[in-house]
């Protein structure tokens, strides 16, 4: 197959974007909320999302265990979807102890046929009850609108899973429909950044 070289209009678009993807993974590459620090996810972070992905009570809720070899693709594809977009979910930790408590963040994916941006987000059963989900969905929908500039966001969780359903709404999530992802029934809502915008201004 033959390649052309992009023409220099194309590789002074594709180097500007570069360039935006490097800013945004700066500003976003850590972040604190009152009780934690976001990291951007390295393969350094891999145990961690073993051990998390090893929990049955946990990934009870974010659609059953998984594999070693399940977690490596997971955290490589992770950290691809930094290196192409310039965002993406963080590891997060204990912004007192160090420990590692979960991950959320920012990214692209694809539900209910049509390709999204979501915010998402997992905690170790130690770490529930505290408001941390709440944390870095706040987090991620400010990432998403003040520093990415989208128009919306979605997030989706398990039919069964109330306490998701009651973070998303928290934050300011709508419910739009009922999807099948992974082949499980989801619920996914959406937020606009008007709506977010208009609600912050109250």
């Not at 976003?28 to 976001?38: C, D, M």
């Not at 359903?165 to 992802?181: A, L």
């Not at 499980?184 to 809502?189: C, I, K, M, V």
Request: neutral net charge; hydrophobic residues 45%.
């Amino acid at each position: 197959m033959i390649r052309f070289p992009p023409s220099s209009t194309t590789r002074r678009s594709l180097e500007a974007n570069a360039e935006v993807d490097a800013a945004w993974a700066a500003v976003l590459g850590s972040v604190r909320t009152a009780q934690l620090l976001l990291q951007r996810i390295t393969l350094s972070d891999l145990p961690d999302i073993e051990r998390m992905h090893d929990d049955a009570q946990g990934m009870a809720t974010l659609g059953g265990l998984r594999s070693a070899a399940q977690s490596r693709r997971s955290i490589d594809a992770w950290i691809a979807h930094w290196d192409e977009h310039g965002f993406g979910l963080w590891i997060a930790r204990d912004a007192e102890t160090g420990a590692f408590a979960g991950r959320g963040g920012v990214q692209h994916t694809v539900v209910g046929g049509r390709a999204e941006v979501e915010i998402a987000y997992g905690f170790l059963p130690a770490f529930w009850g505290r408001g941390l989900a709440t944390e870095v969905a706040a987090a991620s929908v400010r990432a998403g609108f003040e520093t990415l500039g989208l128009a919306d966001l979605v997030c989706f969780t398990l039919a069964a899973n109330r306490a998701s359903q009651h973070v998303m709404q928290k934050v300011g999530f709508k419910f739009e429909r009922e999807v099948q992802h992974a082949s499980l029934p989801h619920l996914l809502y959406r937020l606009a950044a008007t709506e977010w915008r208009n609600a912050a201004r109250r």
